[in-house]
């Protein structure tokens, strides 16, 4: 078996013309995934006796004559700040190093009710606050395009996985960009879909007004698949929406013509190099596909960063609050005091960049600075939405870069924190817009490394995006 | 020396002064469940055993309103004359406390969940009227144990079971200008919630939770005074005792040339008095900020409209209804005091037709008896019905008094109506003359002498011989029908 080269389609055919079992997938596909781990450190532990019991009950089904669920016998892996119940949740810090959550989040238990099988934990920047996953406390991930350079973050090590091809598709997170970013350094499919369409129940909170499930695949369809199974209301989450949701894998028939696409002028200013030529010619394909380009703009994106940095940080040095050492976090062990403890807890397990990001955020809720930096950042959020509307009244689909360049070398920028952020700026708009949004493969630089392609559309029309996608994916290579 | 050991003010001194107060109410809600999950808010569960993901403030939890606790607050919030909001918000309250598993609070901020409310209070004769600023929702914390365990010495221990349990805040205008006042502020508002259901307000489960900010100024000064907050009033006596202390204590402080400071002070009672807890330079910042977890709480007219008319009737509307119904007013209160005491009296008066003579039933025996047996009016075995019959036999003279007397007690022990005792114990008044002309006969014939008195003019003798009737009868004997036959008999 290619574990590589598998499909969710195929993986189901295969299962249904009994050529192989789901037991014996899962089995090969743990081998395969823990020989490969060394390469990248895509995983930080995995799921042996978990995938092995989901993969029998999938056997079950299939013995029973039932259907066995659209992600039968799929081997997925899981960024490590989705919470699983009983296996080890360590949100890429040493204060989770030894976490069992007591429950599983929504979108595992809609994976396994729907077949899928969850072979380990990916390795991602602590609590998701990062973009090259250097920033996690159990080591960095490495490109597997290119072993000398980062995955991208904060999901680097579910890009990874999928990339690598240790699992078919994978479960990320992204507040800033955290799944399309890596999903355009490691040259695979990233979604992330419109703020509210999965639930966050079990999704460790970073920034919670802009957190989102998305998944990776190496196929536009498998990630529709994927999407189709965790989205939808579940009432444990009160942000979560009640619009229906479409099968979108069915409704992916290659035909693009006459949709009307906006490239952001704001965004193109800034891309040049390589990666500007590759989504310049990326565009054209989706020209010769009949697709109507036209300029669009989006004027509130210079505040962007700001904004996304204000509001982020405000809202994770609240949610981080609770790792605190009193339950379920390591505790520093020679603290006299009550502040002590809290202190030494803190000061000497969360990263530089968790203690940055609760500086920052802890800063602009203070009384007295809350109207000029909170306050006003909501205004601008409104602001960048009000942007997003407006050309969706022009076009279906604005088609961006993801990244300003394509994956940097280990240790490149770990000492710039400004420059780390401001590469954030193609991801970060649509974050703050909360619409639905998705990186997928546009070629390779000279050099071989992936660049990655943004499509933006309406809020709950993840159809157009990933019918955008899918037509783009199936015209082939730029 | 504190500084409030100075020299303490006279009568005089103190009388120039006029204290601020304003209160600081925390309310638990009386819902089945938690507020943000489906744990049980049950009192005296093994420590941390009434706990989930929601409630420890496990990574990825997130909170569900419960739609209980909301409509119990609105109800709260009418009960105290509040406008409730269309439209209110969650916000988070930052700070770290083992005791709280999240890091932070869910509460309200900028827009509560209603406003604009008032108490009226009655104090020495005087009727005022003290606004209630605002009425908003949160969740409570957990508990630190610091005594009672192996190690308590070195450890602290933390029970999160009341975690998540359903609060609201009540926020008074500065409006009281008395410890006298304030407790009558405090009583009312427990009252009223109680009466609504609102909460038990029980002070020793801690359903009920005071602070206040108490300033003092000269009488006719239009500048407030700066203001000390004093926690820890865990009692109604301890709230007057502490605003007692603490006025004094700001009197003196400001007769002997200081300045009171701005500070949260704790009541301590074995001392009787307040010491400083924090000052205002170390006074949090909570950074307030909106619950992004949870979408905002639109209230709509028809859900208000909804609650509105599932509302029972406020205990002032009804003190006034009885009060016209013809009872006094100290009864009309006596029976107001709990919801249950006010259906059980409507229900019997209701059937007796006579409110007085119930309410006297209602007040003295059964009340008595319940009493003497630590029940609650909600498990009196006699029914309200029962009780209102018995009333109605009296009134209608087929029982008397004495009669009633007696089976009232067997009705208590029982559960029985009063018909089915009477006839049961074959107790009926006998008012046929016709069954009663043997029995004045024999009591003329067995006492000649107070015959012969009551014939030599000595009336009042004939109460002895009705005695002897009744006594014959075993109290059953109509009293106004045997005095009319020996009048007959004897005239």
């Keep these: 078996m290619d574990i590589p080269s598998l499909t969710i389609d195929s993986i189901r055919k295969g299962l249904l013309a009994r050529q192989f079992s789901a037991t014996e997938l899962a089995g090969e596909a743990l081998r395969f995934a823990e020989g490969e781990n060394p390469k990248t450190g895509a995983y930080l532990h995995f799921s042996p006796e978990r995938a092995l019991a989901a993969a029998a009950r999938v056997d079950e089904r299939i013995a029973r004559g039932e259907d066995p669920g659209r992600l039968a016998g799929v081997p997925v892996a899981v960024k490590d700040v989705i919470v699983t119940k009983g296996l080890r949740t360590t949100c890429g810090s040493k204060l989770l190093a030894n976490y069992i959550p007591p429950y599983d989040a929504t979108a595992i238990v809609r994976l396994e009710q729907a077949g899928g099988v969850i072979v380990g934990k990916t390795n991602c920047d602590e609590f998701a606050m990062g973009s090259s996953n250097e920033n996690s406390a159990f080591g960095p991930v490495r490109n597997p395009v290119a072993p000398d350079r980062v995955p991208g973050g904060s999901s680097g090590g579910s890009a990874a996985a999928v990339a690598q091809g240790t699992a078919v598709v994978s479960l990320g997170s992204d507040t800033g960009g955290s799944v399309r970013q890596p999903a355009s350094f490691c040259g695979v499919v990233g979604v992330t879909p419109t703020y509210g369409r999965v639930s966050r129940y079990g999704l460790t909170a970073f920034a919670s007004s802009l957190d989102h499930i998305g998944p990776f695949s190496r196929s536009v369809k498998d990630s529709a698949t994927v999407l189709g199974v965790i989205a939808g209301r579940d009432a444990a989450d009160s942000t979560s929406a009640t619009a229906p949701v479409p099968d979108y894998a069915s409704l992916l028939d290659g035909n693009v013509k006459g949709l009307k696409l906006g490239l952001p002028v704001e965004y193109l200013k800034d891309l040049t190099g390589e990666s500007g030529e590759l989504i310049a010619r990326g565009v054209e394909k989706l020209k010769t596909l009949g697709c109507e380009v036209r300029e669009i703009s989006l004027p509130a994106t210079d505040y962007a960063i700001a904004c996304y940095y204000i509001i982020a940080t405000a809202e994770a040095s609240s949610n981080l609050a609770r790792y605190d050492g009193v339950r379920y976090t390591v505790r520093s062990g020679h603290s006299d005091t009550l502040a002590d403890m809290y202190r030494n807890t803190r000061g000497e397990n969360f990263g530089a960049e968790c203690k940055r990001r609760i500086m920052l955020g802890t800063y602009v809720l203070s009384a007295g600075y809350y109207d000029a930096y909170y306050l006003k950042a909501q205004k601008v959020r409104a602001l960048i939405a009000r942007d997003f509307a407006r050309a969706f009244e022009q076009v279906d689909a604005i088609v961006a870069p993801v990244s300003p360049f394509p994956a940097f070398q280990l240790g490149e920028k770990v000492d710039d924190p400004v420059a780390m952020y401001l590469s954030d700026i193609f991801t970060i708009t649509g974050s703050l817009a909360g619409i639905p949004c998705m990186s997928l493969p546009c070629g390779k630089t000279a050099e071989g490394l992936p660049v990655g392609m943004q499509v933006l559309t309406r809020h709950f029309d993840e159809t157009t995006m990933f019918r955008v996608a899918d037509a783009f994916e199936k015209a082939g290579a730029v | ?491």
Excluded at chain 2, 183 to 192: D, G, H, N
Excluded at chain 2, 266 to 286: I, Q
């Design chain 2, 1 to 491: 020396m504190s500084s409030s050991a100075s020299v303490a003010p006279s009568a005089e001194v103190i009388s120039r002064y006029e204290p601020v107060i304003g209160l600081e109410v925390h309310v638990q809600l009386s819902t089945a469940t938690k507020i943000f999950c489906g744990c049980p808010t049950s009192f005296g569960a093994p420590p941390n055993t009434n706990v989930c993901p929601v409630c420890l403030g496990h990574p990825g939890a997130l909170p569900v309103l419960n739609r209980a606790a909301v409509e119990l607050a609105i109800l709260g919030a009418l009960s105290l004359n509040c406008q409730v909001r269309a439209h209110s918000r969650f916000a988070r309250k930052n700070y770290f406390y083992p005791d709280l598993p999240k890091g932070y609070q869910i509460s309200q901020y900028d827009e509560p969940l209603a406003e604009h409310g008032f108490v009226d209070i009655v104090v020495d004769g005087a009727a005022r009227r003290i606004g209630v600023t605002r009425v908003h929702m949160e969740d409570d914390a957990g508990k630190s144990v610091h005594d009672g365990f192996k190690d308590s010495d070195r450890y602290s221990y933390v029970d999160l079971n009341r975690s998540g349990t359903p609060l609201i805040e009540i926020v008074s205008e500065p409006d009281m200008r008395s410890s006298e006042e304030a407790y009558a502020y405090l009583t009312e508002m427990k009252q009223v919630l109680q009466f609504m259901e609102v909460s038990t307000c029980d002070m020793e489960k801690g359903h009920l939770r005071c602070d206040a900010n108490v300033s003092v100024r000269l009488k006719g000064a239009e500048k407030f005074g700066t203001k000390a907050e004093v926690k820890n009033l865990n009692s109604f006596r301890f709230l007057k005792q502490a605003l007692d202390f603490e006025i004094v204590r700001q009197i003196a402080l400001i007769e002997s040339g200081g300045r009171v400071v701005q500070e949260t002070r704790l009541y301590n009672p074995d001392l009787d008095e307040t010491f400083t807890m924090r000052s205002k330079e170390d006074a949090h910042d909570y950074r307030y900020f909106p619950e992004p977890d949870l979408v905002p709480l639109r209230i709509g007219d028809e859900w208000l409209a909804e609650v509105r008319a599932a509302m029972p009737e406020l205990p002032s509307r009804k003190r006034a209804r009885f009060v016209e119904l013809g009872l006094r007013e100290y009864d009309a209160e006596v029976l107001t005091q709990t919801r249950a005491a006010s259906e059980y009296f409507e229900v019997a008066a209701g059937v007796s037709g006579d409110a007085k003579t119930t309410a006297n039933w209602v007040m003295g025996d059964l009340m008595g008896t319940l009493k003497g047996e630590g029940k609650e009016i909600g498990d009196s075995p006699v029914r309200p019905e029962h009780l209102g019959e018995l009333v109605k036999l009296i009134a209608a003279g087929e029982l008397s008094g004495k009669l009633a007397k007696e089976i009232f007690p067997k009705m208590f022990a029982t559960g029985d109506a009063p018909t089915v005792i009477i006839e049961r114990e074959g107790l009926k008044q006998i008012s046929d003359s016709g069954a009663l002309e043997k029995i004045i006969a024999d009591v003329i014939a067995g006492n000649p002498k107070q015959v012969e008195q009551y014939k030599g003019g000595k009336t009042t003798v004939i109460n002895f011989l009705v005695g002897q009737a009744m006594k014959a009868t075993r109290g059953q004997a109509n009293v106004t029908v045997v005095t009319e036959l020996f009048k007959q008999k004897l005239g």
